[in-house]
C-alpha cells in the first residue's frame, strides 16, 4: 500500500531533486571565497551550543500528555523573550527558544522566572542552512510535540554600507529573516500538522511570522522611505550573494531596506529634519526596526499568506502574522546610530505616544500563539489600544498571489527543497 504523502509532497508530488542554481566554476570558487569568514563565524557561535541535549530538552512522556510546545527564535531576548515568557507562565506552554547563544537565553529565562520544567534551550543560527537542518533533527530527537512555531528572530543592519553575508553566501538579513526561516518552517510542518490537538479548530498548530508595518506600503510608516518594493525578484534569481547587488530587487545595496522591501535606492530624508507626516509615521514604526528598513519583512509576509494558501486546507495548521507595536526600545537598533537610539525612545513615549513596552508586546505575540479567538488563519494581526485586536489589511504587493508564489518557488531552489 501506498505511503501517506506528507503535506509538501501532497501539494507538490510533481518536485525535482533537490538543487540550487547552477555557477560556473569561477563563479562558485569567488563565492566560496567570500563566504569563507561567515563560516567561520558561524561555526565559532556554535560553540555557545552544548554539546548534549540540555536539562528539559528531552521527555519521555507520550506526547499527547505532554503540554503544548511553542518553538521560538530569537528568544533570548526583547520580542521573543517577552513572547517566551508569557507563553511560559500565563498560557501554559513548554517553550523552546532556538537561540544561537544556549547561556544567554538560559539566564534571561531564569532571570524573568520562567520555570525550569517551562522551557528548554536548543542551538539554531539562522545564517547557516545547515545549522536550521541540524536542528529541526535535535528537536524531533527530544521527544517533544509541537503546537506552535514561532519565527521571531531578525537582523537589522540600517547603517550598513556594505553588504554582510551568512554562512551559505546570502546576504545576511535575506538568509537570516527570511531563508533560513523559510527552510525552518518547511521543515517543520508536518511536526505541526502531527500536533496531537483535539481536532477544535481553535485548538489547531499554529505557525506565526512575525510581519512590520514598515513592509506595508499602504500605512503611513510604509511609506517612511526607503519603501519596501521587492521589484520582480531578480536579485533574488540572483541569488543575493557576493558579485550581486544583495538586494531581493536587483537595485543598489541599502542596508535598512534589505529588512525591509528591497526596493532601489530611494533619496533619504533625515528623520529629524522629517516634516510631520514623518512624524505621524513614526508613531507606527516597526515592532523591531526604526522608520528606515526593508525586504525581509515583505518576504516573512508574502511567506504567510503562501502557506496559507498551500497547506492550510489541507493541514489545518493556522498560519499568521503580527505587528505587535511600536517596541523603540528594542535591542534590534543596536546597530543604529546613537543618538537614534537615544532620542527615538523617548519620542515614541512622550509625543506620539505609540510606545509599546516588550512585555506588552509579547504578550500580543503570545495571544496570537494561543488564544481561541485569533485562530483564523491567513490573517495579519494587528493591535490597537481603543479597538483591541483587529485583521490588519496588507499592502498590494504583500497581497500579489503570483508574487507570493514566485518568491516561494526562488526560496525553495535557494535553500535545497527544490
Not at 38 to 64: C, L
Not at 220 to 226: H, K, S, T
Not at 353 to 361: I, L, N, P, T
Request: aromatic share 8%; proline share 7%.
Amino acid at each position: 500500500m501506498q505511503a501517506a504523502l506528507s503535506p509538501r509532497a501532497a501539494a507538490a508530488p510533481s518536485r525535482r531533486v533537490a538543487c540550487v542554481p547552477v555557477r560556473a566554476p569561477a563563479a562558485r570558487a569567488a563565492r566560496a571565497r567570500a563566504v569563507a569568514p561567515a563560516r567561520r563565524a558561524v561555526a565559532a557561535s556554535a560553540v555557545a551550543a552544548p554539546a548534549a541535549a540540555v536539562p528539559a530538552a528531552k521527555t519521555t512522556i507520550p506526547k499527547a500528555q505532554q503540554k503544548p510546545t511553542a518553538v521560538i527564535t530569537g528568544a533570548s531576548s526583547g520580542l521573543g523573550l517577552a513572547a517566551a515568557v508569557s507563553l511560559a507562565k500565563t498560557k501554559g506552554y513548554h517553550v523552546v527558544m532556538a537561540c544561537r547563544d544556549y547561556s544567554k537565553a538560559d539566564a534571561a529565562a531564569k532571570a524573568a522566572g520562567v520555570p525550569r520544567d517551562a522551557y528548554s534551550v536548543m542551538h539554531l543560527d539562522l545564517a547557516s542552512l545547515d545549522s536550521v537542518r541540524a536542528f529541526v533533527d535535535a528537536f524531533r530527537a527530544s521527544g517533544r510535540r509541537l503546537d506552535a512555531l514561532v519565527a521571531n528572530a531578525a537582523v537589522y543592519t540600517p547603517t550598513a554600507k556594505e553588504p554582510r553575508f551568512t554562512a551559505d553566501g546570502f546576504e545576511l538579513s535575506a538568509g537570516v529573516n527570511h531563508l533560513g526561516h523559510f527552510l525552518l518552517c518547511n521543515l517543520l510542518l508536518d511536526d505541526l500538522q502531527a500536533s496531537p490537538s483535539d481536532g477544535r479548530p481553535v485548538d489547531a498548530p499554529r505557525m506565526v511570522i512575525v510581519g512590520s508595518i514598515t513592509g506595508n506600503t499602504n500605512t503611513l510608516a510604509g511609506n517612511v522611505p526607503p519603501k519596501a518594493d521587492l521589484g520582480d525578484l531578480r536579485g533574488l534569481a540572483a541569488g543575493v550573494g557576493p558579485g550581486t547587488t544583495a538586494m531581493m530587487d536587483g537595485g543598489e545595496f541599502d542596508g535598512a531596506k534589505a529588512y525591509k522591501g528591497g526596493g532601489r535606492r530611494r533619496r533619504r530624508g533625515r528623520w529629524w529634519r522629517a516634516p510631520r507626516a514623518y512624524a505621524h509615521a513614526l508613531a507606527h514604526a516597526p515592532p523591531h526596526p526604526s522608520p528606515l528598513s526593508s525586504d525581509s519583512k515583505v518576504c516573512n509576509m508574502l511567506t504567510m499568506r503562501e502557506f496559507h494558501r498551500r497547506f492550510h486546507p489541507s493541514t489545518g495548521v493556522v498560519f499568521g502574522s503580527l505587528y505587535p507595536g511600536c517596541i523603540a526600545s528594542s535591542g534590534l537598533f543596536r546597530e543604529h546610530y546613537p543618538l537614534f537610539r537615544t532620542i527615538f525612545p523617548a519620542f515614541q513615549k512622550y509625543v506620539t505616544k505609540g510606545y509599546v513596552s516588550e512585555a506588552d508586546a509579547g504578550a500580543r505575540l503570545a495571544s496570537v500563539v494561543a488564544d481561541p479567538a485569533l485562530s483564523k488563519s491567513g490573517v495579519y494581526w494587528s493591535f490597537s489600544d481603543a479597538t483591541g485586536t483587529f485583521e490588519n489589511e496588507v499592502s498590494d504587493e504583500v497581497a500579489d498571489g503570483g508574487k507570493g508564489r514566485k518568491l516561494w518557488e526562488l526560496s525553495e531552489k535557494l535553500v535545497g527543497l527544490a
